[in-house]
């Protein structure tokens, strides 16, 4: 069942709707911290510094599975490369800011930065990646 959101998935599941889902940890980890839902396993390749107890996939059978949540900038192609070296230096410089840092890490997240040529790269391979899984699975978006 698609949903839109994480709100909309950790409802769902919350409410019984479904079993089981996919869905964020800042999304969800209010919801595993008052016992309404429970973390089966997390995606990443390491476990979680909040949820320590939750087994990677990897340990759980699935060696190489990683889907790894993550968060961009996106500005509109025809920015002026000086404004958005601009705009990268400063998501830079206030993503280790330590009270950033600390505030992010409380939800789950931990700030990975990359150059503009690195997220590009990145972004490529996240799309191939996927591409694959899509059509080796069939999946539709309706």
Do not use: C
Not at 60 to 72: L, T
Request: overall charge negative; aromatic content about 8%.
């Amino acid at each position: 069942m698609p949903f839109q959101g994480g709100t909309q998935v950790n409802t769902a599941v919350v409410a019984g709707e479904v079993d089981v889902a996919s869905t964020t940890l800042p999304t969800a980890f209010a919801y595993i911290r008052q016992g309404t839902m429970r973390a089966i396993a997390v995606a990443s390749h390491a476990r979680m510094r909040l949820l320590p107890e939750v087994p990677t996939l990897a340990e759980s059978g699935f060696p190489d599975f990683e889907d790894r949540s993550w968060i961009a900038f996106f500005a509109p192609a025809n920015t002026p490369a000086p404004a958005v070296l601009v705009l990268n230096d400063e998501i830079d410089r206030a993503l280790h800011l330590p009270e950033v840092r600390e505030r992010l890490s409380t939800i789950g997240l931990d700030p990975q930065t990359l150059s503009q040529g690195e997220f590009a790269e990145y972004v490529k391979s996240e799309m191939a990646k996927w591409a694959g899984i899509i059509k080796a699975t069939g999946v539709r978006p309706d």
